[in-house]
């Protein structure tokens, strides 16, 4: 890989920004100061500095945030704040996008990558890939809503769900369950209660595949997945 495509890859700017950089003696490969940005460098083996610090380049980036509420799962908006808002500028020069949607008034796990592949082969229908929700309920959810989820709920288009496997945690004037659905269409939780006549009034993602929230981010914190993390997602996923 050329030298002035790494640095502009790890956010040192543009080429011509990284030009001015290598001009001025900062860059240092295996010690050597570099000048020349058409350099050809091993980025996974040489050790390069900027002003002295180390830059550790990796191609990919995996990251779990616990969404907050009031935040959108895009990568620009004109006017709410988005996940990718919320990164820190180390990670976002990796250009990552959230794997899929929730509502802005969802919380939960939320999967931030560059990696193509795996969030196409996520969010695939074909991979019925499982996502579980945690909810309270308006309303007392019943054996017979256990049903009901399990044959497939008709929702208000018409569309007949693919089962759902639901555990109530809680069966009272405000119920609190997990709902686990193989498929992601809008705002699917909320309209399959629509649908048996109870309303959503708190949602919150906690697995996706393999993947489970880790409940020690608050709101709006992220941490980079471990390999160990990918590595099972991946292979849950057959990539
Ligand atoms: N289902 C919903 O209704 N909303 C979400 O954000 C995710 C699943």
Request: glycine share 8%.
């Amino acid at each position: 890989m050329r030298l002035d495509k790494l640095l502009a890859n790890m956010g040192y700017g543009s080429r011509k920004e990284a030009k001015q950089l290598l001009k001025g003696g900062g860059v240092l490969v295996n010690g050597v100061p570099a000048k020349d940005g058409k350099q050809h460098i091993e980025p996974e083996s040489d050790h390069i500095t900027v002003n002295g610090e180390r830059i550790e380049y990796k191609e990919y980036i995996y990251l779990m945030m616990n969404k907050p509420p009031g935040v959108l799962s895009a990568t620009e908006d004109k006017y709410d704040e988005t996940v990718i808002d919320l990164l820190e500028f180390e990670d976002a020069v990796y250009q990552p996008f959230p794997v899929g949607r929730l509502d802005k008034d969802t919380e939960g796990l939320m999967l931030i990558t560059n990696d193509g592949q795996l969030s196409h082969s996520l969010l695939s229908p074909k991979k019925h890939v499982p996502k579980t929700y945690y909810a309270k309920i308006a309303g007392k959810v019943t054996e017979a809503d256990i049903l009901t989820f399990k044959r497939g709920v008709k929702l208000d288009d018409g569309y007949v769900t693919k089962p759902g496997d639901l555990e109530i945690l809680l069966s009272e004037e405000n119920s609190e369950i997990l709902l686990t659905i193989m498929e992601g269409k809008f705002h699917q939780v909320k309209r399959m209660f629509e649908a048996v006549g109870k309303h959503v009034t708190y949602l919150k993602r906690v697995s996706m595949g393999s993947l489970k929230l880790d409940e020690s981010l608050s709101l709006g914190e992220y941490r980079e997945l471990t390999d160990e993390e990918v590595k099972l997602l991946k292979s849950f996923n057959n990539i």
